[in-house]
């Protein structure tokens, strides 16, 4: 069956520091993949997208890498802050339907 | 900024109650969706509408689940007869075509 993996610990950077998310895939084939940040009891908010024919996306102090050979995603904040702490979401989508599959989702705690 | 919007922000309900979940969709959007999260768990595909039908639904979305779009700018999602395991924040999410979904902020069910 399809499955999404993101880093289930919670992972914790210093102010500054550049945060490194990963989302694993396995059993499928997206035509796209999205982020979304989660605030705690909020609804997912959209981030990035990038398709299955690209390999990197970036706005401003957020990237994001799609490799569909190793079936991987790469999610990097860069130069951190505190208001960047939150969950965040990986979701893998197909065609053109808008059905999303999420993964579980890592929390970032970003210190000052 | 345009944004959807979900009522009620929490429902109490008894266990074999009609629970009905509403939301404003972006007004110019042509695609809509239920997703659900059960507390600590992915947020979950429930159902989506195009063109006033049901263009996908999921393994959940059984026959006790059904959505409505009665006018112009509501979209609703209706529990016939709720269980337990039903408790959960439910969101809406409305798209303008591929990509993006802008959810709402949840309506949070609790069946006792």
């Known amino acids: 069956s399809q499955k999404i993996e993101q880093n289930s610990e919670a992972l914790n950077i210093q102010e500054g520091k550049t945060a490194t998310l990963t989302c694993n895939y396995t059993n499928y084939s997206p035509a796209y993949l999205q982020w979304y940040r989660q605030d705690p009891g909020r609804g997912p908010v959209f981030l990035l997208l990038i398709r299955e024919n690209e390999k990197e996306k970036r706005k401003e102090r957020l990237k994001v890498t799609f490799d569909t050979t190793l079936k991987q995603s790469l999610f990097h904040i860069t130069a951190s802050q505190p208001a960047d702490s939150a969950t965040y979401l990986c979701?893998?989508?197909?065609?053109?339907?808008?059905?999303?599959?999420f993964g579980q989702g890592t929390t970032l705690q970003v210190k000052p | 900024e345009p944004e959807v919007t979900q009522t009620p922000s929490h429902q109490v309900t008894q266990m074999g109650q009609e629970v009905i979940l509403r939301c404003v969709p972006i007004?110019?959007?042509?695609?809509f969706y239920w997703y659900r999260q059960i507390l600590g768990q992915k947020v979950e595909f429930l159902v989506s509408f195009y063109n006033n039908e049901i263009s996908e639904k999921s393994e959940i979305f059984d026959d006790q689940f059904s959505v409505e779009r009665p006018d112009g700018s509501n979209f609703t999602l209706k529990i016939r007869s709720t269980k337990l395991e039903d408790s959960a924040m439910y969101f809406c999410a409305s798209q303008i075509h591929t990509g993006e979904l802008f959810f709402g902020e949840g309506s949070r069910l609790t069946v006792l």
């Open positions: 979701a893998l989508g197909s065609g053109n339907t808008g059905k999303l599959i």
């Open positions: 007004s110019n959007h042509l695609y």
